[in-house]
């Protein structure tokens, strides 16, 4: 078990509940998907999970010790974030950005793999041409692709990535698939949030299903992504149809009716 | 060319030009060039014009990489003006002018305008750009108030009046004054130079800075605490010289890029070579009659905050 909450509750501002006693268990190596309706408290989770956010009561565990015991410098050599806010003040160029995912490791050992690990980064995501521009100067999607390598370098057991896809055109969803399921291939695990179903199925060995402040649903992708499940979690009917595409990776239907 | 090899071309240079206007500005003088002139007038001053370069140079960039805003400057933020009320009260209860005491009273005076600044500018866990610079005319607005008053209850006004405290003159720089901003100016810059690579990180956003390691709060401290320590000393003894910390850092982005190492060298050296040309103008260009040196840095830093407004607000699509 490399991640676990134990009856996490958050409070907002004014004390209304963002997050009501949940619980999750995310084991090494797992792809954990985040989903649920906007407003359920995906963020929230996102955020305590990841060590951005504090919790009024329970535990947040990263391998067995409490999140909040590690300092600013530990959580970033455990954890790296990829988060939904990627403006960068200044015209900083993509080799920069990218080399500040190794900014936690500065004074250690692991300083030594500062350039091997930023050039892989680089390589897998497709910015290496792109290293001496403004990271402003760029599209949407390289500046996702920089960011992505930025949190790749930063070379950490686990991944966050909250609604990675969000502002992708289908071209760059299938590259942000592809790249995280080779993370995932070299034993690192990941925990995404996102609105896109189908994509999530594909993606992901287990999801959270949030609903209503709580997690409604959580265990492996094809015990939750069902029809009964999505309707009730998203208050409208939601008809699940699993397939088999080219490369034999099951996937599922999702939609609406 | 690279950006290390523009920064290593650029700090060459500005460090030619700055022995260049170190001679110039010792040489020449309505008093002619005698020793004694020149070492218990033209040395101290010329020694206090490239200390508060150094100063409000590297201050410019602590706040503008510390508040993510391309617009904050020393004068601008209100900083300079709570530096120069300290100061004025500082002088008022009795402390020699040019002294460390005045000195500690500035730093004292420019922390809670500082304070006051950020604190009305916080909203939803961000500073936000535009109050920043609206929480600072206030600030500046009631310091000038308060020193013209102070001003004219005491006899004060008689060797530093309100005009020398907002536009700024190099003429009352003595060594007792260089002796006093020296040691915060160095402690200002050895702290500057400590942060710096934080500094880049806080590019990302409060979150993003965080999540990478940075622990956000005590960087921005530390560097707002710095640049207090490198703009009081030097307002302390010369008044308020707004937009240098502007335009500096500034036009040394614009050569070498924004990583904060070089740029906080640069600017440094920078702010030092445009601050003592500035002086030596305002000494010679109409000799014997002196213009405040301040008056000058305003003419040439003005426009270029236009500049820099419009950019800004275009980036953000408008403030309305």
């Known amino acids: 078990m490399i991640l676990a909450a134990r009856s996490c509750t958050v409070l907002g501002e004014g004390g209304q509940l963002r997050l009501d006693a949940v619980s999750i268990e995310v084991g090494q190596g797992e792809i954990h998907a985040v989903i649920g309706p906007n407003g359920a408290g995906k963020s929230t989770l996102m955020g305590i999970l990841s060590g951005m956010q504090k919790v009024d009561s329970g535990i947040v565990e990263f391998n067995s010790r409490p999140i909040r015991d590690l300092n600013v410098r530990e959580l970033a050599r455990a ?33 030594q793999e500062d350039d091997s690990v930023m050039e892989s980064a680089m390589r897998a995501t497709q910015v290496t041409s792109l290293r001496d521009r403004p990271i402003n100067q760029l599209s949407g999607g390289e500046r996702k692709r920089v960011h992505i390598a930025r949190v790749i370098a930063q070379d950490c057991p686990l991944m966050f990535f909250d609604e990675p896809d969000s502002d992708l055109d289908l071209i760059g969803n299938k590259e942000l698939d592809a790249m995280l399921h080779r993370l995932h291939q070299r034993g690192r695990t990941l925990v995404v949030s996102s609105h896109n179903l189908s994509w999530i199925s594909g993606l992901a060995t287990h999801v959270i299903l949030m609903g209503e402040h709580a997690i409604v649903g959580a265990g492996s992708t094809k015990e939750i992504l069902t029809s009964e499940l999505l309707s009730n979690a998203y208050g409208q009917t939601i008809s699940v149809q699993w397939t088999t595409d080219a490369s034999g990776r099951d996937f599922a239907m999702c939609t609406s009716s | 060319m690279t950006r290390a090899g523009k920064a290593w071309v650029l700090g060459i240079a500005l460090t030619l030009i700055l022995i260049v206007l170190v001679a110039i500005s010792l040489r ?41 805003n391309p617009l904050a400057d020393p004068a601008l933020v209100g900083v300079s003006a709570g530096a120069a009320l300290g100061a004025v009260l500082g002088a008022a209860i009795g402390l020699p002018f040019n002294s460390i005491g005045v000195t500690t009273a500035a730093v004292v005076g420019s922390s809670i305008a500082m304070a006051v600044v950020v604190w009305v500018s916080r909203g939803n866990g961000r500073i936000e750009v535009v109050t920043v610079l609206l929480a600072g005319i206030a600030v500046s607005a009631f310091g000038a108030a308060v020193i013209a008053i102070v001003s004219s209850m005491s006899d004060l ?5 309100v005009t020398f405290w907002t536009t700024g003159s190099f003429a009352l720089s ?33 979150e993003g800075a965080y999540a990478s390691g940075v622990s956000v709060t005590r960087v921005r401290t530390l560097a707002i605490l710095a640049a207090v320590l490198l703009t009081a ?4 003894v010369v008044g308020i010289i707004a937009f240098l910390g502007l335009v500096v850092p500034h036009a040394i982005r614009l050569v070498v890029g924004p990583a904060h190492r070089q740029l906080l060298v640069l600017s440094a050296l920078g702010g030092a070579v445009v601050l003592l040309l500035a002086d030596t103008i ?37 403030w309305a």
């Not at chain 2, 901003?181 to 160095?186: G, I, L, S």
């Open chain 2, 157 to 161: 006004a008689g060797v530093r009046s």
């Open chain 2, 28 to 68: 020449f003088g309505s008093a002619g060039a005698d020793s004694v002139v020149i070492w218990n007038i033209r040395l101290p001053r010329t020694i206090a014009a490239i200390l508060v370069g150094i100063g409000l140079a590297s201050a410019g960039v602590l706040l503008q990489g510390s508040l993510r």
């Open chain 2, 233 to 236: 000393a030097g307002v302390a």
């Open chain 2, 174 to 206: 003595n060594w007792a004054g260089v002796n006093s901003m020296w040691p915060a100016v160095a402690i200002g810059v050895v702290l500057a130079f400590y942060l710096a690579p934080s500094l880049d990180l806080l590019a990302l956003g409060d």
């Open chain 2, 282 to 318: 305002a000494r010679l260009a109409l000799s014997p009659v002196e213009i405040p040196v301040g008056s000058v840095m305003a003419i040439v830093g003005a426009p270029v905050f236009f500049v820099l407004l419009g950019r800004a607000r275009n980036r953000q699509g408008g």
């Open chain 1, 79 to 111: 954890r790296s974030v990829l988060g939904q806010d990627l403006a960068v003040s200044f015209g900083f160029t993509v080799a920069e950005v990218v080399a500040w995912g190794r900014a936690p490791w500065r004074g250690t050992d692991r300083m």
